[in-house]
């Protein structure tokens, strides 16, 4: 069974950093593209950012570049999201989520069940 | 970025009842759209894949349709289980966007 656990959410002060993190089992982590999707309370869903199986190669959305890293440990079966310069507008469930590509479709098919990160004074 | 436009953004309708959601995107994405349930309180879902394919499991009274800048996302009868907020999602281009939600309750 694929299992993704996100951990290293909390309160944190503007301008401050937080690193998320996200546990995957069930599944060879190695082969698959893994992304970062936020969500504000109340809110929609947002994509933040996605990492390549390899690492190679990583992409944001435009509202966190230069301010947010995502990185992989496969020997630990780790995603992470490295948050720095955090802002109110920051906060949100993140959630981490399996990016399945088979023949040019894309898809989130599995997803954890979100880290709370609150950016507030 | 491609802007992805859902409605009606909430519904109610009763047990049984045929439901139907749009999602307009901004400009011609294929049929590189998935759509995701969201229960409440709950990560989403994945329920519909490449516009029209249903994912494994899912039961066969939703359903997806549409190609270029029009979709629709169909539960041919609906059951109390179903309330959530489902969104569309285009993988067309990054970054990936989502519409804003559509929330179905019970009448």
């Known amino acids: 069974e694929v299992q993704l656990v996100e951990s290293g959410g909390g309160l944190v002060q503007p301008g401050g950093s937080l690193r998320l993190s996200c546990a995957a089992s069930?599944?060879?982590?190695?082969?698959?593209?893994m992304s970062w999707v936020r969500q504000a309370p109340g809110k929609g869903l947002e994509w933040v950012a996605n990492?390549?199986?390899?690492?190679?190669?990583?992409y944001y959305v435009g509202s966190v570049k230069g301010r947010f890293t995502i990185s992989r440990d496969s020997a630990k079966n780790s995603l992470f999201l490295q948050m720095n310069s955090l802002r109110a507008e920051d906060t949100a469930v993140y959630y981490c989520?399996?990016?399945?590509?088979?023949?040019?479709?894309?898809?989130?098919?599995?997803w954890g069940q979100g880290t709370l990160v609150t950016v507030s004074s | 970025d491609i802007q992805m436009t859902q409605s009606p953004s909430s519904l109610s309708a009763s047990v049984g009842d045929r439901v139907t959601i749009t999602c307009q995107a901004s400009q011609d994405i294929s049929s590189y759209l998935n759509w995701y349930q969201q229960r409440p309180g709950k990560a989403p879902k994945l329920l519909i894949y490449?516009?029209?394919n249903l994912e494994t499991g899912v039961p066969s009274r939703f359903s997806g349709s549409g190609s270029g800048t029009v979709f629709t996302f169909t539960i041919s009868s609906l059951q109390p289980e179903d309330i959530a907020t489902y969104f569309c999602q285009q993988f067309d281009n990054l970054p990936y966007t989502f519409g804003q939600g559509t929330k179905l309750e019970i009448k």
């Open positions: 069930g599944f060879t982590f190695s082969s698959y593209y």
């Open positions: 990492i390549k199986p390899d690492g190679s190669e990583k």
């Open positions: 989520a399996r990016e399945s590509r088979w023949r040019g479709s894309y898809r989130f098919d599995s």
């Open positions: 490449d516009a029209s």
